[in-house]
């Protein structure tokens, strides 16, 4: 049974930082590719980072490019977000996403399809 477990969400003021961790069992993490993904009520889930399986290329949505960092540490099967000089317009909920099927070392999936499991989301507040 494959689970992603999310931590290290919560409440902090504009210009902060937060890191959200993802650590998955029942996958072959190594060879996963790993995303973040957010969401607002009223809007679809989007992508804000990837991460290829072999952690050499990564992805960033637009918005959060120049702060926000994704990584992985394959060797404790999980992957990280660092969020730094937080808006508020970062305020969503977040998911962490695996994507176990087989795919090339750089493969880097970019949408939601792409992935096939899925955290339980940690919300994250930003207050101006």
């Known amino acids: 049974q494959v689970q992603l477990v999310t931590s290290g969400g919560g409440s902090v003021q504009a210009g902060g930082s937060l890191r959200l961790s993802c650590t998955a069992s029942?996958?072959?993490?190594?060879?996963?590719?790993m995303g973040w993904f957010r969401q607002v009520p009223g809007e679809e889930r989007k992508a804000v980072a990837t991460?290829?399986?072999?952690?050499?290329?990564?992805n960033y949505a637009d918005a959060v490019k120049g702060r926000f960092i994704i990584s992985r540490d394959n060797a404790k099967n999980t992957h990280y977000l660092q969020m730094n000089s937080l808006k508020p317009e970062d305020t969503a909920m977040y998911y962490c996403?695996?994507?176990?099927?087989?795919?090339?070392?750089?493969?880097?999936?970019?949408?939601?399809?792409?992935?096939?499991?899925w955290g339980q989301g940690t919300q994250v507040t930003v207050s101006s």
């Open positions: 996403a695996a994507d176990s099927r087989p795919r090339p070392p750089d493969w880097l999936g970019r949408e939601i399809r792409e992935y096939n499991y």
């Open positions: 029942g996958l072959t993490y190594s060879r996963s590719c």
């Open positions: 991460i290829t399986s072999d952690g050499k290329t990564t």
